[in-house]
């Protein structure tokens, strides 16, 4: 029988493979990509406290969507900062990136 | 054992395993491609939570558009030296990080655990896509109609940002 907590737990999985990713890469755009995996995870968590918790309520579903979408607006943003950097640099490195830093 | 059970463990490993993947291969391409097949694994995972609608927006707007938005990407700032299988390394902090991801699925899958959670033996509806649409505009219209306009700005933001700058020289 799967319960709720195998999803939760898939889903904790899920979001620490990812945090790993965000944290510990050296590219741009594969800290994006870990992202993406980090809010992936969530979505997972949302859909199934919505089955297990509150079956006749759709709210989860709802949410899991609104996310589908700032994630989706996040992911555009974030490759056309990273295309100005790559055009202004010629680098993606994140430690190569250090305007802010004296 | 239970067909869904079955269904379960599968789609759990091979999502899990194409994450690892998407971290650990060193070819930011190979990595694209495993995250696409992370997307369809968790696409999988709604529908065996009756979130069908759900499943079919994963597979639009992720293993499509978003994955060929970051292939796009890697195309524009990749200019393989002949050197690709560099192009997605570690950076300093990798051990850190493992520390820290360890120490936060500890916090995170004990409280999951500890947590005794109501769980009612309800059924999801099997067509809930009319729900959906009757929900979204009522009860949530204004969220609905303000992440069309976010859906906007962002577009026009990510235009406004990558366009070729004109040489001010």
Known sequence: MITLNHYLLLSAILFCIGLYGALSK???????????????????????????????????????????VVAACEVALGLAIVVAIYRDRSTVEVENLDWLKW | MDLQVIAFWIIAFVTLGSALAVVY??????SALA??????GIASLYLTLHADFLAAVQVLVYAGAVSILIVFGIMLITRGEGRMC??????????????????????????III???????GIVAEENMGTIGEVLFN????????AAILLTV???????????????K
Do not use: C
Not at chain 2, 35 to 40: C, E, N, Q, R, V
Not at chain 2, 115 to 121: A, D, F, G, R, S
Not at chain 2, 139 to 146: R, Y
Not at chain 2, 154 to 168: D, P, S, W
């Open chain 2, 154 to 168: 962002a577009m026009i933001g990510a235009i406004v940002i990558a366009r070729e700058v004109k040489n001010l």
């Open chain 2, 86 to 111: 560099e192009t997605n390394t570690f950076g300093k902090y990798k051990y850190t990080a493992f520390v820290v991801i360890a120490a936060l699925f500890g916090v995170i899958s004990y409280f």
């Open chain 2, 139 to 146: 009860n949530f219209v204004i969220p609905f109609e303000l």
């Open chain 2, 35 to 40: 995250l696409i097949m992370t997307f369809l």
């Open chain 1, 26 to 68: 050296k590219n741009a755009i594969a800290i994006l990509i870990s992202i993406e995996l980090m809010l992936n995870a969530v979505n997972v968590n949302l859909v199934a406290i919505t089955k297990f918790l509150t079956p006749g309520d759709i709210t989860g579903q709802i949410f899991a969507l609104f996310v589908i």
């Open chain 2, 115 to 121: 947590t005794p959670w109501q769980v009612t033996n």
């Open chain 2, 25 to 30: 291969l060193t070819n930011i391409v190979h």
